[in-house]
């Protein structure tokens, strides 16, 4: 595998994306730390941890742990989008065509940072509003969009790689 490591500057729609995934992420953390004192001590996890109990409920300082695990693979993916020619592409890549098709698989993870920016905002929001009772008109809809999102993107991404080498030759 010899790709050409072309340097790609980010676009203003690059730094918006990393913006809005940083504000998901820091919003998160917000949210936590207004509502902490207010929380009960046992609050609904809406994600799979080993500690929740058989109705959903687990400690309160569980809900930490979603920004935690969202900052790290958030950082994680921001790392790994500076080394694009180390990805895995669906086409042969080479100095005619790096630059373009780099500059779409870090945008596809520019995307995928900022669900895993928005899901980290949603999943706190929803158990905050969880343990004090409430609930959130359109949870169900949104719950259901964020797996179909995850795996749209890089559907998407493989359509339009699929459609500009065909128009290539």
Same mark, same amino acid.
């Given at each position: 595998?010899?790709? =050409?490591?072309?340097? *790609?500057?980010?676009?203003?729609?690059?730094? *918006? @994306?990393? !913006?809005?995934? /940083?504000? +998901? /992420? !820091?919003?998160?953390? *917000?949210?936590?730390?207004?509502?902490?004192?207010?929380l009960p001590s046992k609050v609904p996890i809406h994600f799979n941890w080993p500690s929740k109990d058989?109705?959903? !409920?687990?400690?309160?300082? @569980? *809900?930490?742990?979603? =920004?935690v695990i969202c900052t790290i693979l958030a950082i994680g993916i921001s790392v790994l989008n500076r080394f694009p020619w180390v990805f895995n592409y669906p086409v042969e890549i #080479?100095?005619? #065509?790096?630059?373009?098709?780099?500059?779409?698989?870090?945008?596809?993870l520019r995307l995928i940072n900022l !669900?895993?920016?928005?899901?980290?905002?949603?999943?706190?929001?929803?158990? /905050?509003?969880?343990?004090? +009772?409430?609930?959130?008109?359109g949870a169900a809809l949104l719950d259901s969009l964020f797996p179909i999102a995850f795996f749209a993107l890089p559907i998407l991404y493989l359509i339009k790689i699929s459609i500009k080498k065909r128009k290539t030759g």
């Open positions: 595998m010899n790709r =050409p490591k072309i340097k *790609l500057h980010k676009t203003w729609f690059d730094w *918006l @994306l990393e !913006l809005f995934t /940083i504000a +998901g /992420i !820091l919003g998160a953390i *917000l949210l936590l730390w207004l509502y902490y004192q207010e058989a109705q959903g !409920l687990g400690e309160k300082h @569980l *809900l930490w742990s979603s =920004p #080479n100095a005619e #065509n790096a630059r373009l098709h780099y500059a779409q698989a870090t945008q596809m !669900l895993i920016g928005l899901l980290c905002f949603w999943v706190t929001l929803l158990s /905050i509003y969880d343990a004090q +009772g409430k609930t959130l008109r």
